[in-house]
C-alpha cells in the first residue's frame, strides 16, 4: 500500500509497538556531508538491542479531520518545542509514504529515566515507525522500516532488529550514489540473534541532568574535529574485530575495541568546534573503576560511552551480578540499570515485526 | 672545556641552579621513533616558564674518588630505582661531555609538591644540567644546555629560557638527520620575556596519587593511537595561532588553542595502547566549571592540562584572583597554586645563565 490511500474508521488506524534502545559497540558519530537531513552515518555502526530498556508507542492517525495538530505525549508529558518538531517531521514522512494528511495522536512511554544515557531516540523512533507504518497500513518489510526510523535518529535503524545488529553507512562502493540510492541502501540487518550471546549492559548513571548539545546537533559536528577523518580511517578495521567477537562471543576481543572508539569518538566529540565535552566526574569515577576491577582483580568488564556523561559496562551474563554490585557501590554512580540483548520491535498483537 | 679534565678541590666542583618549571600552551607529546634516548618531539612545542613553581639543584662533583656512587636526594628523600637510574644517566651526560669520571652528589629540592601537575622533571632537569655544567666548568651556551637537559626530560629544554618559550623538533627540513644534527637542532628559544604578558597559571591541585604511567613512558606509546598522526598533522597551524596570540597578548586567541591541543592530546593519549587515562572526577570538575564560568559568566579563563589529572587555568593577571577564588570553592579542588612567568634559571651568584 505504499503511496496509495489508506482507508477505515479511526479506531483500526491506531497500532501500538515497543521497540528495544541499542548499545553501540562501535558508534555512530557524524554524518555524512550533502545529505545531513537523511542521517547517512560517516561510517558503519554494530550495537546490541537491549531486552530492558524499551519504548513502547501508540499512534493514532485521525481521519475524520477533527485533530487539527499532531499531539505528542511521552511519559505523560506533552512534547513541545523542537522535540516535537522531529517527531511531526517523523510522522511527515509516514504521512508522505501514505499520501494521506491524517494528523496522529502518539502516546510513547519508556520503562527507563530519559536522559540516563539510554538513548530513548532509538527505540522511540524505532516505535513509532513501526506503530505508525502499521496504523497507516503501510506494507514496507523491516529493512525498508529501518532506513525510515534512521531518517528520524540514526541509531534507531538499528533498532528495527533485535540481537546483534549492524547498521550499513550504504555509501563509498565507488557507484552513483544520489540520495534515495543513499537512503535505501544506509540500512541495518541482523548480524545474530538476541539468543546468540548472554551478553549485559550494566548501565551507570552518574547524571541525569539534560545535555547542553543534544547528539543530534552534535552529529553536524564532527566534521569539525581534526580527528574526526583519523577515527572514521580506522572505523573498518574495528568494524570486523567487533563481528569476528561477536561471532566467537570473545568479550576479551570485543572490550578493547568497545573502549578505544567509545574513547576515539569522545575525543572527536572534545576537539570540535564549538567542543563537546559530555562527560561529569562522575563518569571519570566509573571509568578508572572499571580499569582497576579489570587490571587488578581481574573482573572481565569493560566500558562505552554515549553521547552523554553515563556508562556503559559491557560483560557477559556471569559477571554481571559482581559488575552491578560493585558499580552501585561507587559514590557517584545514582542508579544501575542491568539488560541483556533483546527481539526486535513487537507489534501489540504480539507479532515480532 | 667540553672533553677536557677539570681540575681543582671539591668545594669548587659546586654550583646551585633554582630553575622555573613550564607549563605547556602547545603540548609535547611523542617522540620521534628512531631516537628515542634523544627525547626528539614529534612536533614543536611552546610554553610559558613558571616563576612561583621551581626547582633548586645543588651538584658537587667528587674528585676525590671517595664517593662510591652518585647520591641523589629530592626534598630530602634519596632517591632510588628508575628515577635513580634516570638521573645517573643524566649525570653520565655532564661526565662524558667533561671527560671525567666524578662522581656526584645532588641535593634538590622544589617549592612545589610532586605530582601536583606541575613538571618537575622540567625544572629538575634543567636545574641539574645547568649546576652540574657549571661545577664542572664546562662552557655551554644556553642553547646547547638546552640540548643536554632535553636528554633528561623533554620539556626541561624549555625551562632552560624565561618568558614565553618554543622547543624546536628539529627536524623536518629535507636535510640529512643524523642523530648528532637532530640533537644539535632539538633545542628551545625565547619568544618573548616574563615580562612581555603578565598572564597567569593557576593550578589546580584535584589529585597527588601518583600516576600508573610516567610521561617518559607515555611518549613511547604516542605513535599506537590511531589519532596521533591527526593531531600532529593540526599543531604547525596551532603553533603558528599560539605565536601570534603571545605576541599581541590576546588571551581570547590563545585559550581555545590552549583547550583544543590539550584535549587532542589527551584524545591521543587515551586511545594509545595501552589506553593512558590520566584524568580523575576532579578533572572533569574543574573543566566543567571553566567551560561555564566562561560562557554564562563571561570569565576570560581557559584549561590545559598535562600528563596529569591536575588542571591549569591560564588567565591574565587581572582575571586571576577572581579565577583563583572560584576554582578554591571547588569541591574536589584541594589545593590552589598560582604563577606567573618567570625567568630562565639563575646559579647561586645570582647570574641568570
Same mark, same amino acid.
Request: charged share 20%; with cysteine; hydrophobic share 40%.
Given at each position: ?136 497500513? %503501510? #506494507? ?5 522500516? $529501518?532506513?525510515? *526510523?534512521?531518517?528520524? /535518529?540514526? &541509531?534507531?535503524?538499528?533498532? !528495527? ?37 548472554? %551478553? #549485559? ?5 552518574? $547524571?541525569?541532568? *539534560?545535555?547542553?548539545? /543534544?547528539? &543530534?546537533?552534535?552529529?553536524? !559536528? ?37 573502549? %578505544? ?13 564549538? /567542543? ?78
Amino acid at each position: 500500500m505504499i503511496g496509495g490511500r489508506a482507508t477505515g474508521p479511526l479506531s483500526e488506524r491506531k497500532a501500538t509497538c515497543r521497540a528495544g534502545s541499542n548499545i553501540a559497540f562501535i558508534k555512530y558519530w557524524g554524518v555524512a556531508g550533502g545529505a545531513e537531513d537523511l542521517n547517512i552515518p560517516l561510517n558503519n555502526s554494530i550495537s546490541m538491542t537491549l531486552a530492558d530498556a524499551h519504548t513502547t508507542t501508540t499512534v493514532a492517525w485521525d481521519d475524520s479531520g477533527c485533530l487539527p495538530e499532531d499531539s505528542i505525549a511521552i511519559d505523560g508529558e506533552q512534547l513541545v518545542g523542537s522535540s516535537a518538531e522531529r517527531t511531526v517531521a517523523h510522522l511527515d514522512r509516514l504521512r508522505a509514504l501514505a499520501g494521506v494528511p491524517y494528523k496522529a495522536s502518539v502516546v510513547s512511554t519508556n520503562n527507563f529515566p530519559m536522559a540516563s544515557g539510554i538513548a530513548s531516540s532509538a527505540s522511540g523512533f524505532a516505535a513509532l515507525t513501526v506503530a505508525g507504518a502499521a496504523a497507516l497500513g %503501510l #506494507r514496507l518489510d523491516v529493512t525498508r522500516l $529501518s532506513a525510515v *526510523a534512521r531518517q528520524g /535518529s540514526g &541509531s534507531a535503524s538499528r533498532s !528495527l532488529f533485535g540481537g546483534f545488529v549492524e547498521w550499513e553507512r550504504g555509501w563509498g562502493g565507488g557507484e552513483s550514489e544520489g540520495n534515495s540510492l543513499l537512503d535505501s541502501r544506509s540500512v541495518a540487518h541482523q548480524l545474530h540473534s538476541e539468543d546468540h550471546w548472554a %551478553l #549485559r549492559d550494566v548501565i551507570a548513571i552518574v $547524571s541525569t541532568s *539534560a545535555k547542553r548539545v /543534544s547528539s &543530534s546537533s552534535g552529529h553536524r !559536528l564532527a566534521a569539525t574535529s581534526p580527528l574526526n577523518a583519523a577515527r572514521t580511517a580506522c572505523v573498518g578495521a574495528w568494524l570486523e574485530t567487533v563481528r569476528q567477537a561477536i561471532a566467537d562471543r570473545d568479550i576479551g576481543k570485543l572490550g578493547p575495541i568497545l573502549e %578505544l572508539d567509545a574513547l576515539a569518538m569522545h575525543g572527536v566529540m572534545m576537539t570540535s568546534t564549538p /567542543s563537546l565535552l559530555y562527560w561529569q566526574p562522575g563518569t571519570l569515577e566509573v571509568l578508572q573503576a572499571v580499569r582497576a576491577w579489570r587490571e587488578d582483580d581481574g573482573v572481565p568488564v569493560y566500558f562505552t560511552i554515549d553521547a552523554g556523561p553515563n556508562v556503559h559496562l559491557i560483560c557477559e551474563a556471569d559477571s554481571a551480578a559482581e559488575v552491578e554490585r560493585r558499580v552501585g557501590a561507587l559514590p557517584a554512580v545514582e542508579r544501575v540499570l542491568v539488560s541483556g540483548p533483546g527481539t526486535g520491535p513487537e507489534l501489540s498483537d504480539g507479532h515480532l515485526i
